[in-house]
């Protein structure tokens, strides 16, 4: 990673939160670069393979392929990680199993220039590191699996994973 510019791609399902993270960066944190914005899982990975950036902006919680189920798809990791979110339990998760870091959106410029601020400290084998341990750590995770929800038939269960939309 270079002393003065630290090229970015930004990877979110929604457009919206791209635009604000783009103007947000742009705006209160001229280090950055954004070399490209995608709208899921299967883009960014395509994006990061291509540009081959210092770091990514990811999304958590994106249709078809999540945040964490792209990062699955490197061998090795060779780029820093902020997680963006909307959900505040992901963000309590992310301390709690190792995460490299996290925004919760609506993402606050304090909070972001604080992200940014520490890049400088986190060198790429202990990012890759952090995120083969969060990556491990959801897969073996005791938390809620299946959800409850009452019907006119009576009670009926589902598995979190198979949920789509809800």
Same mark, same amino acid.
């Given at each position: 990673?270079?002393?003065?510019? !630290?090229?970015? !791609?930004? %990877?979110?399902?929604?457009?919206?939160?791209?635009?604000?993270?783009?103007?947000?960066?742009?705006?209160?944190?001229?280090? %950055?670069?954004?070399?490209?914005?995608?709208?899921?899982?299967?883009?960014?990975?395509?994006? %990061?393979?291509?540009?081959?950036?210092?770091?990514?902006?990811?999304?958590?919680?994106?249709?078809?392929?999540?945040?964490?189920?792209?990062?699955?798809?490197?061998?090795?990791?060779?780029?820093?990680?902020?997680?963006?979110?909307?959900? #505040?339990?992901?963000?309590?998760?992310?301390?709690?199993?190792?995460?490299?870091?996290?925004?919760?959106?609506? !993402?606050?410029?304090?909070?972001?220039?604080?992200?940014?601020?520490?890049?400088?400290? %986190?060198?790429?084998?202990?990012?890759?590191?952090?995120?083969? #341990?969060?990556?491990?750590?959801?897969?073996?995770?005791?938390?809620?699996?299946?959800?409850?929800?009452?019907?006119?038939?009576?009670?009926?269960?589902?598995?979190?994973?198979?949920?789509?939309?809800?």
């Amino acid at each position: 990673m270079s002393n003065s510019l !630290i090229s970015a !791609i930004l %990877i979110d399902d929604e457009e919206h939160c791209l635009k604000t993270l783009s103007w947000n960066l742009n705006e209160f944190c001229p280090e %950055i670069k954004i070399l490209g914005t995608a709208n899921n899982g299967k883009e960014g990975l395509n994006l %990061i393979n291509q540009l081959n950036p210092d770091l990514v902006f990811l999304d958590i919680e994106m249709p078809v392929m999540n945040g964490l189920e792209m990062l699955a798809k490197f061998d090795k990791i060779n780029f820093k990680v902020i997680f963006t979110t909307a959900y #505040n339990e992901y963000a309590i998760k992310a301390i709690k199993l190792n995460a490299i870091d996290y925004l919760l959106k609506p !993402i606050d410029k304090d909070d972001l220039r604080t992200a940014i601020s520490k890049l400088s400290a %986190i060198n790429s084998e202990l990012t890759s590191r952090k995120i083969q #341990n969060l990556k491990y750590n959801m897969s073996v995770s005791t938390d809620l699996q299946r959800i409850t929800v009452g019907t006119f038939e009576g009670v009926q269960f589902f598995d979190l994973k198979e949920i789509t939309f809800l």
